[in-house]
């Protein structure tokens, strides 16, 4: 459930309340006043975001990033890389000094190959 937040110009016309209210007492005799301050309860829309449709159509994420290492667990630093993507998109990239690759927003999180360039060749990273 979404929380409001009050805005700095609500909490002064809140605090203001007691002066405005227009019974001209100085006190605050629960009317609210009439200078728009508003239920103080943030957006007055009627929208609860209980039954939001675009919550349930939006499509979960995974971020994912490797770290590329050779058969004695040496990173692959600084390498560059092609990354195939599972909708047939190739993404090509350069290792950071620690050996991971950069970070993919996909809809699963299988189904990406990725291969390494080493002295002009390609390989294929398992």
Partial sequence: MPV???QPGVLGALEDDDKDDDAEDGKDNGDGGD???GSGRGDDSGDSGENDASDDNEK???RLRFV???DEQKSYSQTDYIAFL???KQLSGKTDEYGYTEIFCLDKPDG???DILL???QWEIR
């Fill in 68 to 70: 590329l290492k050779d």
């Fill in 112 to 114: 990406i190959y990725i």
């Fill in 86 to 88: 599972p909708e047939g």
């Fill in 4 to 6: 409001s937040t009050l």
């Fill in 119 to 121: 002295d002009n060749n």
């Fill in 35 to 37: 200078d728009g301050a």
């Fill in 60 to 62: 979960k994420k995974y």
